[in-house]
């Protein structure tokens, strides 16, 4: 199907472009993730991969002929405000995604005595993303998580929860009237880093100054390890994931 979607989208250039392009519009329509009158709201950092993210997007959803609107929200905090985000407003306008910027003190927020950390910060900044989605009359929240993170969120809930539990590729709320989206889910990071040098994105890239040593960085080097980084190995894990009785990457 998504071949079939990509022929009738005309030509598709080649290298790392043109496999993000393929594999994000394989994984939108394999999942479902976009229908016709979608309202999306893609969550961008000012980091790489949702960067890309909203460039794939931009670069097929007329050829997708479903009439969805994509805008881009950016939250700054007290502690990382994006050096580089006049950039990537300026980006986002040349894609044709309007950009709103959200302050959010999220240090500001911790009680007496609580530390800074990873959870936190997304748990602040989540809860955000979700009250502007719905005020703004949004039905989908696009995120930029890839294959590496789905794999990597599912063996650390393994090894430190004791739980089979992995990053949806669409999840759908109950308590709000929106559905989550990860247009990045067949996608290797490495691919991602690919694209984004290609496109250009990687120079006006911001990283995190709290995620540099993170769990997840730990168990990114373990899982390397394991897999010998093998995209194929990795793929066969995304697929055992959604195999069997239980689907861990269904909503």
Known sequence: MADRFLRRAGSIPGGAGGIVRRLSARAVLEKQLIKDGDRILIAVSGGKDSTVLAWALSS??????????????????????????????????????????????????????????????????????????????????????????????????????????????????????????????YLEERQIIACAEEQGILRGACTCPYGINSQRGDMRKKLADFTGNSGAVKR???????????????E
Request: aromatic share 10%; net charge positive; proline share 4%.
């Open 60 to 185: 097929f959803r007329r050829s997708l002929k479903t009439g969805c609107d994509l805008e881009a929200l950016h939250i700054s905090s007290d502690f990382c405000a994006c050096c580089k985000k006049t950039v990537l407003a300026a980006r986002l306008e040349s894609w044709g995604i309007p950009f709103t910027d959200l302050f959010v003190p999220v240090i500001g927020r911790l009680k007496p005595g609580r530390k800074m950390n990873c959870y936190w910060c997304s748990t602040q900044r989540r809860a955000e993303l979700l009250k502007y989605a719905v005020q703004g009359g949004f039905n989908k929240i696009a995120l930029g998580h890839h294959l590496d993170d789905i794999i990597e969120t599912f063996f650390m809930n393994l090894c430190a929860q004791g739980k089979l539990l992995a990053m949806p590729v669409k999840l759908r709320y109950r308590k709000y009237p929106l559905t989550l989206i990860r247009p990045l889910a």
């Open 236 to 250: 066969r894990i995304l697929a055992a994931l959604s195999s069997g009785k239980t689907d861990l990457l269904a």
